[in-house]
């Protein structure tokens, strides 16, 4: 299966093949067709599993389809709502990177940042609006955002935005967009709560699922070292040392964690920053960028400041602590393997989280091998 094959135009085409894409993953196999037959879509699939284009794509190719058919386009056509700005950013970008032969317009709004430039841009016309919901709302309370042209609304992460309390925001959302629209609902898990905000936002939709979260990418090496709390950091430094480690997303529980082990990397040596919710978001996007571009090699981040990372060709993730949430561990270990490509998951584990581990096992369906620290190898 290729994407001209899911009836994708030549124009998203093109700019697929600049971006080294060629086949669809199996998200985008089954909503493409969904998105472009104009039906609702309620979609259960986590991040890394390339969800984003499987909604951009056809959702940029029906604004063709609407533009040539002579469609007024009057102010925002696509409303996109994500739980974080990071994720906000990375739809966006990936909105411009398949549209780049079509010739819409996209920007982001999120909050944590003057509103002043958002406002500026918006007043000069954008066709796709990505948006976190608290920055969102209040531009509209403020008269500065209208919806009433709008024609396509997606959800992204709903779980996400139910977990951070954004549900009551969601909800006053659709209160002021069009009855008339294609919704398109993610998911990456869908408990009762987000089973009945679906039915709220979706008429008739099409369901489909990929990559349960139980599911563990095939291609992704996993491996474990058990290790006293103290021995951590130095088996880290050991394993950048003495292995094929490039460029490394390192989990820690923690805010704090995660400072600490950035911090004891720049002194040793290793360029590292860490993110997590404490930082500001200038400090978050500056990290992510000098991490894609290479200029440092280790990223240590919270879950939190972590989900909607969407990091190309990372080959290692480490759990410098183990989560104490099994479902925490198979979102992690995604952030590697993703498309296709192959991927090592490393988990130092101290005695206290054990407990932890069989719980993951038990979620995965098997044992993770374990290594002893004399193995550093990966």
Known sequence: MN????AVIEPVLKALTDAGYTQPTPIQEKAIPVVLARKDLLACAQTGTGKTAGFAIPVLQLLKEDKESGKRFNGIQVLVLTPTRELAIQVEES???YGKYLGFSSMTIFGGVSQVPQVQSLQRGVDILIATPGRLLDLLGQNLIS??????FILDEADRMLDMGF???VKRVLKVIPQQRQSLFFSATMPAEIRQLADTILKSPVSIAVNPVSSTAELISQFMFHVGKEEKR????NLLHNSNIDNVLVFTRTKYGADKVAKF????GVPA???HGDKSQGARQQALNNFKAGKIRVLVATDIAARGIDIDSLAHVINFDVPNV????VHRIGRTGRAGASGTAISFCEPEERAYVREIEKLIGKKIPIRQAGQVAV
């Not at 130095?234 to 430094?237: A, G, R, V």
């Open 3 to 6: 994407f001209s094959q899911l």
């Open 95 to 97: 909105f411009r990177n």
């Open 147 to 152: 919806l009433n042209h709008l024609r396509y």
């Open 167 to 169: 549900v009551h925001d």
């Open 234 to 237: 130095f088996l880290l430094m």
């Open 265 to 268: 990397l720049v002194r040793e």
């Open 273 to 275: 920053a860490a993110i």
């Open 326 to 329: 099994a479902e925490t561990y």
